[in-house]
């Protein structure tokens, strides 16, 4: 279990710097806001004249919005950084050029407190936005809030958790490169079997859990409009993937089990 832990770590993050950084930022992802930042001032430059004349409101944050995607170009973390999630700071995104959602996020929560709103992060579990003071921005997630953010820390609504978690994990599944999810069933599979294991069984196991993981990917590749067929999917393919390991690691039993009635 210990290695394949290690293994599913550092999958996830190959650079554990970074992961120490992500855990600490998580507590309070509001302290990256930063108004005041010499890395935002090239962008108020260029964002003031387009809101000349522009009533603020939601007007003003569509444009606020629109400029932030203009600026900052869709990344996964992974193909940004090399892990599977990571809160920068509004250095850290001007430094790379292209972020994904929690990233574009504090970059607009410090433009907008820099003109003037009250702006925190907000998430949904697979999505982070902007609340501000006159509305929400940077596309509001279309599932219930299971984070809010402030500056006193983070406020979580407990009763959506769990549901919103199990879409967002499985999203986590569909979205996270097929490789490196491919590595953590490889190193499982190999850790399990043992000499005098039956090849036909093990084949069987190795085709329920990625036959499992592949359907897993292709039902949960949107979590917010998520049909019940895709629900079904989702419990289907995680089903899959539990029943070839449950087997597998039966069948590694019974191995060490006879063995150690021969001897």
């Given amino acids: 279990m210990a290695v394949l832990a290690v293994t599913l770590f550092l999958v996830c993050y190959p650079y554990p710097l970074l992961y120490i950084r992500h855990a600490r930022r998580s507590r309070n992802p509001n302290a990256l806001i930063n108004p005041d930042s010499a890395a935002l ?24 919005e629109k400029f932030v995607y203009e600026k900052v170009p869709y990344a996964w973390d992974w193909d940004v950084w090399g892990v599977v999630d990571y809160l920068p700071t509004v250095e850290e995104v001007a430094a790379m050029g292209r972020e994904d959602c929690d ?12 003109l003037g709103y009250k702006a925190d992060l907000v998430s949904d579990g697979a999505h982070v936005w902007v609340k501000t003071d006159r509305g929400e921005t940077m596309s509001p997630g279309r599932m219930p809030k299971v984070k809010e953010i402030t500056d006193q820390g983070v406020r979580y609504h407990w009763g959506q958790y769990a549901v919103n978690m199990i879409r967002s994990a499985g999203y986590g599944v569909a979205v996270f490169p097929l490789s490196r999810e491919l590595i953590v069933l490889g190193v499982f599979s190999l850790l399990a079997m043992r000499s005098g294991m039956a090849r036909l069984g093990v084949i069987v196991c190795l085709v ?10 292709y039902a949960s590749a949107d979590p917010w409009h998520s049909p019940a067929l895709d629900v079904a999917n989702q419990w289907f393919g995680t089903a899959s993937m539990v029943l070839g390991a449950t087997i597998l690691h039966v069948m590694q039993w019974r191995s060490r089990h006879w063995v150690i009635r021969e001897l």
Avoid: T
Wanted: proline share 7%.
């Fill in 103 to 114: 990233g574009r996020a504090v970059v607009a929560a410090s433009l907008l407190r820099n």
């Fill in 208 to 217: 329920l859990m990625l036959d499992g993981l592949l359907i897993v990917r």
């Fill in 41 to 64: 001032q090239p962008m108020l430059e260029e964002l003031k004249p387009r809101l000349e004349g522009v009533s603020p409101g939601a007007e003003a944050l569509e444009v606020v």
